[in-house]
């Protein structure tokens, strides 16, 4: 299994934008986002920080329903 990327907040909204998700408001720096059509997908919740923690992200990631490699290619 690959390593989890060091990423920002604003990079990891561009790659879940890229499958579907969309912004639909903020608070503060936390950007909340819901998928358009696949309702069985959680909503996130991703802080707007200059990087984002490992558990944080594994969370993001499977919220998503995507794997480490999946994320890696949208990058």
Partial sequence: MPKLPVISG???IRCFGKIGYQVVHQRGSHVRMHHKSDS?????TIPRHKTLGKG??????????LTIEEFIKLL
């Fill in 56 to 65: 944080l992200l594994r969370k993001l990631l499977r919220d998503a329903q």
């Fill in 40 to 44: 069985t997908r959680q909503p996130l």
């Fill in 10 to 12: 604003n990079q990891a």
